[in-house]
Structure formats: structure tokens, C-alpha cells
């Protein structure tokens, strides 16, 4: 399920998105203004999509945008306003899409989507660890967040998925019936571009291992949102 933030002072304007975009499948989030979204967008985990209003007290909608790409991943923006968009994309020009108040809903649903499939489009994942259950919960977790997942085991077929694009590799370290260190330079062979994310019940300082020399690592017992961050940043 996808997750959107709507960020507006009007609160009847975050009422009727928040009713539409949850009628429409999509977890709403809603903050009364900038102040109230980087908290959210700090202690609240990944979202996907930020609907930002221009004119609000305090911190203007311009420059939480600015604060949002340096702190937040670099999130998809669409600036809803009620200045026309000529003005939204003179104030705002690295925003996904614009958005006039005066519009349809209809039209900010066909941006909403459009944005979304623009997003992550053909990104493919291969989750490596020995144990099945985890491999089902990510699976089932990037399927959730929009990526195409493969899963190994620890068994020597690696060679089956040398044929199949991979643009992150999920690579526990701890298997005991295949050497990390093999898999590791084969798949670095087979994909020099893809990204690396070691995963085990280590801590980060036992994780790195020189030899791997993973984009980043993740420690098993941390939230699932911590591990969509991290891919996300990374793809």
C-alpha cells in the first residue's frame, strides 16, 4: 500500500484528500503544516508521496521542499496550490507534478498515478539469506512497496539468476551452506552497477567486511521501514 502525506493548513482540504485518497487504497498521512510533516516524515517511517501545499504559517511550502529532498530521501513532491502553476513551478521547479486547487479531483488522482508509476518502474531485488521465512517476509514486503523480488537460498543454482536483471542484491552473511564471499564476487561479476545491502543478526561493525564493500547494512531486528529507506535512497 502506498503512502501519502498531505500537507495543507486548510483543514477541510486534508479532510476530503485524506476520504478520497483512502477510498481510492493509499494510507493517508496529514499534517496541518511544514512544522507538523517533518516531524511525521522523521519519526513516522517511509512515505512514498508528499502533497504540499505552497502558502502555509510559519514555513512556507517552497521551503519545506527544499527540506524534504535534503533530509528525506528526496521524496516525490506534487505541489497543490491555488496559485496558478506557472507561479507553483516558478516556486517549486523540481516538484514530480503540479496541482491547481481549482482542478478536479479527478486530474490530481492522474498525477497521483502517473507519479507513482514513474517511481521504481522495473527495479528487480534478490533477496539471498538461508532462511525461508525471511525471504517470504521481504518478498512480500518489496512486493508491497512496488519492486519485482527474486530469493535464494543458500544452494549453489546461483547461476539461475545471472540471466535475470538485479538492481540490489540483499545478501545475508551468515549462510551456512555457501560461501558469502564467492556469491558475492560472482554476482559483482555478473552486475558491477548493482547495489549491495548486507543483512544479517550482526552489528553494523562485524557487517563490514571489507571484502564485500556493501552500499549499506542493515541489522535484522530493525523496523521494516528502516530497510525500505535504505533501498530506496540506494535505487
Known amino acids: 500500500m502506498k503512502t501519502i502525506m498531505v500537507v495543507d493548513d486548510d483543514e477541510r482540504m486534508r479532510?476530503?484528500?485524506?476520504?478520497?485518497?483512502?477510498k481510492r487504497g493509499f494510507h493517508v498521512i496529514k499534517a496541518r503544516d511544514a512544522v507538523d510533516a517533518h516531524h511525521l516524515l522523521t519519526e513516522g517511517g517511509l512515505v512514498d508521496l508528499v502533497l504540499l501545499d505552497i502558502n502555509m504559517p510559519e514555513v512556507s511550502g517552497d521551503?519545506?521542499?527544499?527540506?524534504?529532498?535534503s533530509?528525506?530521501?528526496?521524496?516525490?513532491?506534487?505541489?497543490?496550490s491555488v496559485l496558478p502553476i506557472e507561479e507553483q513551478i516558478?516556486?517549486?521547479?523540481?516538484?514530480?507534478?503540479?496541482?491547481?486547487?481549482?482542478?478536479?479531483?479527478?486530474?490530481?488522482?492522474?498525477?497521483?498515478?502517473?507519479?507513482f508509476n514513474l517511481d521504481r518502474p522495473d527495479k528487480a531485488i534478490l533477496i539471498m539469506d538461508d532462511d525461508p521465512d525471511i525471504r517470504s517476509l521481504y518478498c512480500q514486503l518489496l512486493a508491497k512497496a512496488g519492486y519485482a523480488a527474486l530469493e535464494a537460498g543458500d544452494h549453489p543454482e546461483i547461476a539461475d539468476f545471472l540471466q535475470k536483471q538485479i538492481d540490489l542484491i540483499l545478501l545475508d552473511v551468515a549462510m551456512p551452506r555457501i560461501s558469502d564471499l564467492e556469491f558475492y564476487a560472482t554476482m559483482r561479476k555478473a552486475y558491477p552497477h548493482a547495489k549491495v545491502i548486507v543483512l544479517s543478526m550482526f552489528s553494523e561493525d562485524r557487517q563490514k567486511v571489507p571484502a564485500f564493500k556493501a552500499d549499506d547494512y542493515f541489522h535484522k531486528t530493525q523496523e521494516s521501514n528502516v530497510l525500505l529507506e535504505k533501498i530506496k535512497r540506494l535505487l
Open 15 to 22: 479532510r476530503i484528500l485524506w476520504e478520497m485518497l483512502r
Open 71 to 80: 533530509f528525506h530521501f528526496k521524496t516525490p513532491v506534487i505541489v497543490c
Open 63 to 69: 521551503t519545506f521542499n527544499e527540506v524534504i529532498q
Open 90 to 115: 516558478r516556486r517549486i521547479p523540481d516538484a514530480r507534478d503540479y496541482y491547481d486547487k481549482s482542478e478536479s479531483f479527478d486530474v490530481l488522482i492522474d498525477k497521483i498515478d502517473t507519479a
